[in-house]
Every structure is written in C-alpha cells, then in structure tokens.
C-alpha cells in the first residue's frame, strides 16, 4: 500500500511559478514510477508529466512542454512538479499518482496504481 500526499498549490498570477511536491509513504517508492494528473472543472482528467522510477525518463503532455518539470528524489520518497510560465488554463485540481514499474525507465500516463487526493492549482490574476 503506498499513500500519496500532494501539496503546494494555490493561487498564483499568470506567468507565475509553482512547484508541487507528493510525499509517500511506504519503503517502495523507488520501484513505482509516477505521475501528475489534473482535472479542470468541467473536463476529463488527464495526464501531465510522468518520470521513471529511477527519474532517467520523463513524459510531458505537449500543453506543458518547456513550462514544467518533474523530478523525484527517492531519499526523500517525494516527486516534485516544477510548474512555470503559468496559464489561466493551467488551472485545474493536480493528482499525484504511482504505478509499479517493470523497468527503470518505464513511464506510465494510465493505469496507475495509487492516487493522492489532489492540490488545487488556480492561475488567476
């Protein structure tokens, strides 16, 4: 069982700057890769970045290429979302999530097996 906590949200202006971390628990967190998921009111959610679970792989959904990043830290069990150059459309509720990974370099924007509970991300001047 892993838990995942999210935080660092809020409000911030546009062309703002955000990072989010998800800290979890569990003695395993370096063999699940992860992910960062949001959901914007009104619309389905979908995937934001994802990274390997040795952190030598990253996927990024074309939206947020060159604006954000993800990195993990396994001492420290937490993967961070580095969010800049923020948009209004960038406002959405942003999950965490972890999927057992087969490979190191194994990146996943689906099927995953844990979810945090969500940090609400508002860009809004």
């Known amino acids: 069982q892993v838990q995942l906590v999210e935080s660092g949200g809020g409000l911030v202006q546009p062309a703002g700057s955000l990072r989010l971390s998800c800290a979890a628990s569990g003695r395993t967190f370096s063999s699940y890769a992860m992910g960062w998921f949001r959901q914007a009111p009104g619309k389905e959610r979908e995937p934001v970045a994802a990274?390997?679970?040795?952190?030598?792989?990253?996927y990024f959904t074309h939206s947020v290429k060159g604006r954000f990043t993800i990195s993990r830290d396994n001492a420290k069990n937490t993967v961070y979302l580095q969010m800049n150059s923020l948009k209004p459309e960038d406002t959405a509720v942003y999950y965490c999530a972890a999927r057992w990974a087969v490979t190191d370099s194994s990146v996943y924007t689906g099927g995953m097996d844990y979810w945090g509970k969500g940090t609400l991300v508002t860009v809004s001047s």
């Open positions: 990274i390997s679970r040795s952190g030598s792989n990253t």
